[in-house]
């Protein structure tokens, strides 16, 4: 098994790819059996230091449906100068310029060791980066204040090259024109109108080869590189316009009487934005960053009215079809994103509110443009602040640490189909012989658009083995698949990364064995994860529990030891023993559960869940906890309420917070002032050590996490007894009444969980395990009721004492 | 003239004559015609009767202005056509413009005819001169009897008048065998003949007789044919060319004004041309255009003599049957009259039913109970007690109301009255406010209703005793009480939703596309708004204007600026969406011009530069100049409804739009100006507007139109006592109802026409009540009414009428009236409305007014000698005749203009003042009298004023003293003054400094600017001036007023028959 999780790291590290299994499965049937699918999480951008780009273009395969890109996998004939494509076994002549290659002359895309490189293209004129800043106005003085300073403090970090555009809005929405000298003009939109793209464009002046003096001539950035329209500028020629435009920025001057909301026209401004920079520069790495202190309330998008006394829309709401704004606003959104992810750009949104914000509407802005999301309680606060800094950090070139307007193509070999994708991407509907008919997340196309990216941004790729069972692979054969990701470097220039990998088939009848250690849990566990996450979207929260519990249950039934009516021996072997856990925590994760969430927060929980790498969203599913004593060094516990001790201090990490927790004993001597006192220097090191931790990942994380600092009794506590295994309390869980006022018991405790899983695995082979069965013993259904707030009485459930 | 007032009876002759002559007598007593005037009268009244022996009479006078003559006898022909035009409707005025054609031709000949004619001018008089001498003349030219009440010329009018169809058969050999041209053809042929033979002097003599011999026959048909046919003639054709020919021949001196002229006997000689002959040919050959007089100098003298004189054969016969101008009843004499009569006392109006004194007049107002006749004008102060009687005389009941008309520094403005937290004390019923007219009773404890006798208790705290003559003793105290004109102060029940209003604004929308730029407007408005913005108007005596103000500049899209005082610099915002407009931003557009100096100058300076290299040659309006470029027709139509309901919505938010127009193509007056007009703004419009040209008077205007003082969010009301109702009303205002007169704003030069009828019987006794009151928001953000009452006689006798009625309200009610009547009728049919609408008023008057007399004599009412000439004028005016060069937006434009005149404006409107300058000696300070609008009054030896108002002309003869001009013009020759400038150079004689220091006077009294045009004598622009001569035939095609006059008493003796 080592080996195998040094080959999984190590291809992780170099390639940034987790197959969730390593060794295929021959044929269609098997992979089918094998229930968790054929997929991979593929990081494209990961960094990679000791990968320097090639300064070269790639070699395509010649045939018209293939074009693969030469890799170390193919053939290749030094003396005929020749290469077989690994994936259409084409034969292509070598371009002139490899004339020179032999066995011991090769390029670097035929070193092993490259299997994935980067290529940058000298083709075209770099194009500048672009920045618009679309600015909520409706906000209280320290706010605006604050965000004022963060958007002055990021303009000192751009490069002086790139392009800036500032669009603010309230009640009404204005574009400034930043190259004005003596006088500051905008152009004004009604915040409630509906405006096509071209009715934005022409008002704005946009279609016209517009004013000689201001050089503004949108279009073609290809042939003039540092094009600009009036709205847009480089940033070194306007640098104090907008700095002094930002200072004179006032709180939107319209009244708001009583018992209202301001007007905010967020949808309009997006719109507008949108359209602006479709109609100057499309296919141009741009970054739109909307800041929002609250929800949009008139005209399209709007997603609540002005009277306070209606709130927004919760989850119930949605559930009653009670939501008024919903589906208008989202289908607003939905067409604003679409057309920027057609043009290449991204949208952020940073919105800092005490109450919802919209972001359920409007979060397929960021989630198909591979934008930001950021949702925090102030623009005032430091989580913000640092995160939008955060935005701008370099990498160790000093590039940003981030790239526009990206295609992803997978290329596979012909045993294997591509079945979607999940992550912040679009489908580009590129239908090709790599399609599979089945749809996993986004398929229907081996081409996606992800327009925004970091080093860390990864997708979740499913495949399906087409394979049939009565073709079998010769022994020893290998499935490849090419990853050929092309995009707009933040340094400006067009780059291709190309990651090939191959794994090896095996016959999952003979060599089950092999497949199952080579199984990758975690990369397993996240996957699915994704694919629920991603159903979530659009079924009932209960149908996807069921769906998880159906996958666990068949995926334990076939991989589980087990003796017959003898629940207690049920057993899965090392590489699976992870995977019930992850899908326990998962099933309580806010990704999955919306009961005491806002729709915002689910929004914005799974948004950076269909983005993060690996190691974060296995945090994100099972928040890690860490135990501080004299005892020994921190050491990591089991997130369990067990592990709650009186003389421990714990850090919790569950990606969105970081709850630093003081035992009850510690936290008495702490307000004793020992740590104050010399002599118990030990006790201050103590306290200092999780604190140290905390900011260590604090540093490191985007978004910047919640960071919570409390103590046995405290308030804030509740952050961390939410999150660990009630196991203290799960008799308790049975209590008449107290279910549903105590959140850390939903879900019951993990012992239970996997007690009932081992027992409906025993149960379930030894029926037949049908749907009927998963019905009729409804832990699924009645248990997952009692979370949705009030429409379960699992309680009272006859079903589940009688599992019990 | 004495006859004139007393309207009705005089015998034709004798007393219409003198009446009329009045003015002129002094001038007949003196010629030696006296003894000539039997003969003559005869003979005239036989072909032509008034007409005719006008133009002798004139003659007689004119011999000084000899020039007239020979014009005249070019111009009989013309006169025909303009009768015929008038027979035959408008159809003729196409003609017209051959007519003037061939005018020239013959004017020049007559130029050159020796003074001869000014022997036969008196010769002529002398025939005519019957009895009454001079008088008698006159009248018999007037035949129509231009004279006031009486009808002087019996037997002369009968002629003339007489139908067409005597016409007809001595006409025979003329082609206008139309009514009027059989007319002149008529006697034409004989006079000619007779002129023909007699020498040029003789001949003149002789055309009386001929004329008489013509008359004879002709005597059965009218003299209308006649009339027409010599006056036109006479004044027309002789005026432009000959007259001035014939006044270089003659000494200047003869220039003088007609008064003069009558005095002196045939002083110069015309001279007489031979050349007019062929100006009759013209005439047969149905062209008559010559509109203009010939004598310039000598306006009034009888043109036709002279002609006759000059004219040796043929054409003659014309001469005899015109009517001399100076006959009618002339304009300048009446202003003059009412000058010296009543300019010299206060108008007290304490009187109920009081005429006022003209408004030409400078007189005093002391209020003692009734409004002002700065406020509040009527057609008539005597109303009829039954609508019967008014359908019969056919007098327009109007009011012309101008509430917040400026008073002069001698008058208090009204007062302003607090009533406390109750507010104004009214009627419960009818809901009109506290007057002078409500009768206190019960000892004062209630009080009557004066409009609806409402019987109403009066609150205690305004309880007062009553003396013994039933009135409040403390009425002398109360303004409401005492006073025809007051104001209350509003509470906050008069306000728009119960608020009380927040300062008014002013905003500037300045075009910045790239014609303004181009054409510098836009620097030289920022300039001047930066200075100007000092001037907002203030309330009494308040340190700075509570106005606040905003800036927009617009091209294809609209730029708002912030310019609050606290930023650094302007803001400005681009508002693209022009479909769906709204104003971008609250705070900081409408600002303290104080507070937010520094950015206001910041931002008027950078408009001309921020623009100033703008491509955009697109305005907002340009769609709406699409739409409108097709179909002249409905071009004077508003084309669009979106401006209406701009408009409309404007008025609901209290905005006034003014409107400053620079077109250098056609911009759709019609279709712009029903903003402003909806909202109670105004419109300037200046066409191809250039910065060196135009900037006096676009900044003059500016400046006038940001400094007046302007009521907001104004309503207006008009209640009457019980038997009339205001009915209609017009001006640039906005109705939602039928009574509510809507206005967005209101200055001191709008004017409210309102229309009363019967609805039930009056009472002589009590007499009819006004009450107009109009609630505003003051320039300091006051809410008030104002109020203006007027208490009106009623009458059960049509004399009584037509004894109080006042002609220029006439006119102004009438030139509304019709210039409304054009949006939904024909012109022609508007027109016509108009002359059927005046000949019932006159007919009226001669049937039940004027005493019995031959049917032939045209009789007006004293009050209303001038209809016939100011309707005229009207009827010729640019909107209901427009000419090939007047632009349909021009029409536009003088149309919206006119709907908000007051009195005083549209009198000089459609009768331009004609000043000479070089007439008076120079050290007089007094302005120097006018002379009648006609081309027979100007001497080329001298330089004339014109102004109507919102024109402003100096017409340089082309003789004129080389001495006048170097002291005017500061060059040496007439050639070498450059036509068309529009400064006078700044010289320091005291001609110079007079002449400027009447235009600037000029200029003073009018609410716009006015632009001066220099046009020498026979220079290209001298059309454009001759224009405004508006007694003359119009190049579009105008009657002269002779001809009008004659066509009137031919549609009177229709109607009286």
Redesign the interface.
Request: charge should be negative.
């Given at each position: 098994m080592a080996t195998y999780l040094e080959f999984i790291q190590q291809n992780e590290e170099r390639d940034g790819v987790r197959f969730s299994w390593n060794v295929w499965p021959s044929s269609r049937l098997e992979a089918t059996r094998m229930v968790v699918p054929l997929a991979c999480l593929l990081t494209p951008l990961k960094e990679r230091p000791d990968l320097p780009p090639v300064q070269y273009e790639p070699v395509l395969c010649s045939r018209p449906t293939c074009k693969a890109i030469l890799n170390p996998l193919c053939q290749v004939d030094y003396r005929a100068k020749l290469w077989a494509c690994n994936f259409c076994f084409q034969r292509n002549q070598f371009p002139p310029a490899y004339t020179g290659i032999s066995e011991v002359n090769q390029p670097a895309e035929l070193m092993p060791q490259f299997s994935t490189i980067e290529y940058v293209i000298q083709r075209g004129a770099p194009s500048p980066l672009i920045f618009l800043y679309v600015v909520d106005t409706c906000l209280e003085e320290d706010d605006l204040q604050a965000l004022k300073e963060s958007l002055q403090m990021s303009l000192s970090l751009l490069p002086p090259d790139a392009l800036v555009g500032l669009i603010t809005f309230g009640r009404?929405v204005?574009v400034h024109e930043l190259s004005?000298e003596?006088?500051?003009?905008?152009?004004?939109?009604?915040g409630t109108?509906d405006?096509t793209a071209k009715?934005i464009q022409?008002?704005?002046?946009l279609t016209k080869p517009a004013?000689?003096?201001q050089q503004a001539r949108p279009g073609q950035p290809q042939e003039h590189p540092f094009v600009s329209s009036r709205f847009l500028q480089p940033i070194h020629k306007i640098d104090m316009n907008l700095t002094?435009l930002l200072g004179?920025l006032?709180r939107d001057?319209?009244?708001v009487t009583q018992g209202k909301r301001p007007l905010r026209s967020t949808g309009v401004a997006l719109s507008i934005a949108v359209g602006l920079l479709e109609g100057t520069f499309p296919n141009t790495g741009a970054r739109i960053m909307l800041f929002t202190g609250g929800p949009p309330t008139q005209g399209p998008g709007m997603v609540v009215g002005d009277e306070l006394k209606v709130p927004i829309r919760s989850w119930h709401d949605i559930e009653k079809d009670n939501a008024r704004f919903m589906k208008k606003a989202t289908k607003h959104y939905e067409m604003l994103a679409n057309r920027t992810a057609t043009n290449g750009h991204c949208i952020d949104i940073y919105a800092c509110a005490l109450d919802q914000t919209g972001l359920l509407e409007m979060k397929c802005c960021a989630n198909l443009t591979g934008g930001h999301m950021v949702m925090g309680d102030s623009f005032n606060t430091s989580l913000f602040k640092q995160t939008f800094q955060r935005i701008f950090t370099k990498d160790f070139n000093g590039d940003f640490r981030m790239a526009f307007g990206a295609t992803l193509e997978v290329k596979t070999s012909r045993e294997l189909k591509v079945a979607g994708a999940i992550g912040p991407c679009v489908s580009l509907n590129v239908k090709g012989p790599c399609v599979s008919e089945n749809e996993l997340g986004v398929g229907g196309t081996s081409q996606w658009k992800i327009c925004g990216m970091d080093p860390t941004s990864t997708l979740g790729i499913y495949f399906e083995v087409v394979n049939q069972h009565n073709a079998p692979i010769p022994q020893g054969g290998r499935g490849a698949i090419q990853f050929v990701t092309q995009y707009q470097h933040s340094s400006t220039q067009r780059r291709i990364r190309v990651t090939t990998i191959a794994r090896n088939w095996a016959d999952a009848q003979s060599q089950l064995r092999h497949i199952e250690a080579a199984f990758d849990q975690e990369a397993a566990a996240v996957l699915m994860a994704r694919l629920g996450v991603f159903r979530a979207e659009s079924e009932e929260g209960p149908d996807v529990l069921r769906w998880l519990d159906r996958q666990l249950i068949r995926l334990c039934q076939k991989f589980g030891q087990y003796n017959k009516e003898d629940p207690t021996s049920f057993r899965l072997s090392d590489s699976f023993s992870l995977y019930p856990q992850f899908m326990f925590h998962l099933r309580r994760s806010p990704f999955l559960q919306v009961f005491n969430n806002s729709p915002d927060e689910s929004s914005y929980y799974r948004h950076h869940f269909a983005r993060q790498d690996l190691t974060q969203s296995l945090i994100m599913i099972q928040p890690i906890l860490y135990s501080y004593s004299f005892h020994g060094p921190p050491e990591p516990v089991l997130l369990d309420s067990s592990s709650i001790l009186a003389d421990r201090i714990l850090l919790m990490d569950t990606f969105f917070q970081i709850v630093i927790y003081l035992g009850e004993t510690i936290a008495q001597w702490r307000k004793a002032g020992y740590q104050d006192m010399p002599e118990y220097e030990n006790f201050k090191h103590l306290l200092q050590a999780p604190l140290d931790d905390a900011q260590e990942i604090l540093q490191a994380r985007f978004p910047m996490p919640r960071y919570i600092n409390t103590e046995h009794g405290g308030s804030q506590a509740r952050f961390l007894l939410s999150k660990v295994n009630p196991s203290q309390t799960h008799n308790n869980l049975y209590a008449w009444g107290q279910v549903r006022n105590c959140q850390v018991s939903r879900g019951g405790g993990q012992a239970l969980f996997e007690k009932l899983v081992s027992k409906w695995i025993s149960l379930a082979l030894e029926t037949e395990f049908t749907q009927v069965f998963c019905w009729g013993w409804g832990w699924g259904g009645n248990f997952e009721y009692c979370s949705w707030g009030g429409r379960g009485h699992w309680c009272g459930s006859p079903a589940v004492h009688s599992i019990i | 003239m004495n006859v004139n007032q007393s309207a009705p009876p005089v015998p034709p002759f004798g007393q219409p004559q003198p009446v009329y002559p009045g003015y002129h007598q002094s001038g007949y007593g003196g010629q030696p015609g006296s003894t000539a005037p039997p003969t003559s009268y005869g003979a005239y009244n036989g072909p032509v009767p008034g007409y005719q022996q006008t133009p002798p009479p004139g003659v007689s006078r004119a011999p000084p202005s000899s020039e007239a003559p020979p014009a005249s006898t070019a111009q009989a022909p013309c006169g025909q056509a303009a009768y015929g035009q008038f027979g035959q409707g408008d159809v003729q005025n196409g003609p017209s413009s051959t007519v003037q054609m061939q005018r020239f031709p013959g004017s020049q000949p007559f130029g050159s005819v020796p003074l001869a004619p000014v022997v036969s001018q008196p010769a002529v008089l002398q025939p005519f001169g019957p009895p009454p001498t001079s008088a008698q003349v006159t009248a018999q030219l007037a035949g129509m009897q231009i004279s006031g009440a009486v009808a002087p010329a019996l037997p002369p009018v009968g002629l003339g008048y007489g139908p067409p169809t005597s016409l007809a058969s001595a006409s025979g050999s003329f082609p206008n065998s139309g009514l009027y041209g059989s007319y002149p053809q008529g006697q034409a042929p004989p006079l000619s003949q007779g002129q023909g033979h007699l020498g040029a002097q003789p001949p003149q003599r002789s055309a009386p007789p001929q004329a008489s011999s013509f008359t004879s026959p002709a005597s059965g048909g009218p003299r209308m044919p006649s009339m027409t046919g010599p006056l036109l003639p006479g004044q027309g054709f002789g005026g432009p060319s000959v007259s001035q020919p014939n006044h270089v021949s003659s000494p200047p001196p003869q220039a003088l004004p007609p008064g003069s002229q009558m005095t002196g006997p045939p002083g110069p000689p015309p001279p007489m041309h031979s050349s007019q002959q062929p100006g009759y040919q013209l005439q047969q050959n149905g062209s008559f255009g010559p509109a203009r007089g010939p004598q310039p100098n000598y306006g009034s003298p009888y043109p036709g003599a002279s002609t006759f004189g000059s004219q040796p054969g043929p054409p003659q016969p014309l001469p005899p049957k015109r009517l001399d101008p100076d006959a009618i009843p002339s304009p300048i004499q009446v202003i003059e009259d009412d000058r010296n009569n009543r300019g010299s006392e206060p108008f007290v109006t304490g009187v109920r039913g009081q005429v006022p004194p003209l408004v030409t007049t400078n007189f005093l107002v002391k209020d003692q109970g009734n409004a002002s006749p700065r406020y509040i004008r009527c057609t008539s102060y005597n109303i009829p007690c039954t609508s019967d009687m008014a359908k019969q005389a056919q007098v327009p009941l109007a009011a012309v109301i101008k509430p917040l008309a400026r008073l002069p520094p001698e008058e208090a403005s009204p007062y302003v009255v607090d009533h406390g937290e109750s507010g104004p004390l009214r009627c419960n019923r009818c809901k009109a406010y506290m007057c002078p007219f409500m009768q206190f009773i019960e000892g004062g404890r209630r009080f009557q209703c004066c409009f609806c006798s409402c019987i109403n208790d009066v609150p205690p705290q305004y309880f007062q005793h009553l003396d013994h003559t039933g009135k409040r003793v403390d009425a002398y105290d109360r303004p409401e009480l005492s006073l025809g004109s007051y104001e209350f102060l509003a509470t906050v029940d008069y306000c728009k939703n119960n608020k009380f209003p927040s300062p008014p604004a002013f905003i500037f929308m300045i075009d910045v596309s790239y014609n303004a730029i181009r054409s510098g407007l836009v620097r030289l408005l920022c300039e001047e708004l930066k200075s100007l913005l000092d001037f907002l108007p203030r309330e009494g005596g308040a340190e700075e204007s509570a106005i606040r103000v905003g800036f927009v500049t617009y091209n294809k899209?609209l730029?708002?600026y912030n310019v609050k005082s606290s930023?650094?610099?302007?803001?400005?915002?681009?508002?693209?969406?022009v479909a769906?407009m709204?104003v971008?931003?609250?705070?900081?557009f409408l600002v303290n011009v104080s507070e937010s100096r520094a950015v206001i100058t910041?931002?008027l300076d950078?408009i001309p530069?921020?623009f100033a290299?703008?491509?955009e040659t697109e305005t907002v309006f340009a769609p709406v100049i699409q739409a409108g470029m097709e179909a002249l027709k409905t071009l004077f139509q508003p084309q669009t409804g979106a401006y209406q309901t701009l408009a409309k919505e404007c008025v609901a938010q209290g905005c006034c739009v003014d409107l400053f127009l620079f077109p250098n193509q056609y911009v759709d007056v019609a279709t712009l100006s029903v903003v402003p007009q909806l909202t109670g703004g105004s419109v300037y419009k200046y066409a191809c507007f250039q910065v060196e040209n135009d900037q006096e008077r676009f900044l003059s205007d500016l400046r006038r139109d940001v400094q007046k003082v302007v009521g907001f969010d104004a309503v207006m009301r008009v209640r009457t006592s019980t038997g009339i109702r205001a009915v209609d009303f017009f001006g640039a205002f906005y109705m939602s109802n039928t009574t509510d007169v809507e206005l967005a704003g209101l200055d001191g030069d709008k004017t409210v026409t309102v229309e009363f009828k019967h609805d039930d019987r009056l009472n002589e006794e009590s007499g009819a009540l006004l009450q107009c009151a109009l609630l505003y928001t003051s320039c300091a953000g006051q809410r008030r009414l104002r109020i203006h009452n007027l208490a009106l006689n009623c009458c059960t006798q049509l004399a009584d009428l037509y004894r109080n009625c006042e002609t220029d309200t006439l006119i102004n009610y009438m030139a509304k009236f019709a210039y409304r009547g054009v949006l939904n009728s024909p012109v022609k049919t508007v027109r016509d409305t108009l002359i059927t609408q005046c000949a019932q008023i006159l007919a009226c008057y001669r049937k039940n007014c004027a005493s019995p007399s031959s049917a032939g004599q045209l009789i007006l009412p004293e009050c209303m000698k001038l209809l016939p000439v100011y309707l005229n004028c009207v009827l010729k005016s640019d909107v209901l005749q427009p000419g090939a060069e007047v632009t349909t937006d021009d029409r536009a434009y003088v149309r919206q203009l006119v709907t908000s005149m007051d009195v005083a404006e549209t009198n000089v409107f459609f009768y331009p003042r004609l000043l000479p300058l070089t007439k008076s000696p120079i050290e007089s300070a007094t302005e120097p009298p006018a002379v009648r609008a006609s081309e027979e009054r100007l001497s080329n030896g001298d330089i004339y004023l014109l102004e109507n108002g919102l024109n402003l002309f100096l017409w340089v003869g082309a003789s004129v003293q080389q001495g006048v001009v170097q002291s005017l013009f500061s060059v040496s020759s007439f050639s070498q003054i450059t036509s068309g400038l529009s400064v006078l150079p700044v010289l320091d004689n005291p001609l110079s400094k007079k002449v400027r220091g009447l235009i600037d006077s000029l200029r003073a009294q009018r609410s716009r600017y006015m632009k001066l045009i220099v046009v020498k004598q026979e220079d290209k622009l001298e059309m454009l001036f001759k224009h405004f001569l508006v007694e003359d035939k119009s190049l579009s095609g105008g009657a002269s007023y002779v001809d009008f006059l004659c066509h009137m008493h031919k549609e009177i003796r229709q109607l009286l028959s």
């Open positions: 009404m204005q004005c003596g006088i500051s003009k905008s152009y004004v939109f009604r109108k405006l009715q022409d008002m704005l002046g004013m000689p003096m002094d004179e006032q001057p319209w009244p | 899209v730029h708002f930023l650094a610099q302007p803001q400005m915002m681009v508002v693209s969406d769906d709204f971008p931003l609250l705070d900081g910041s931002l950078q530069e921020m290299d703008t491509r």
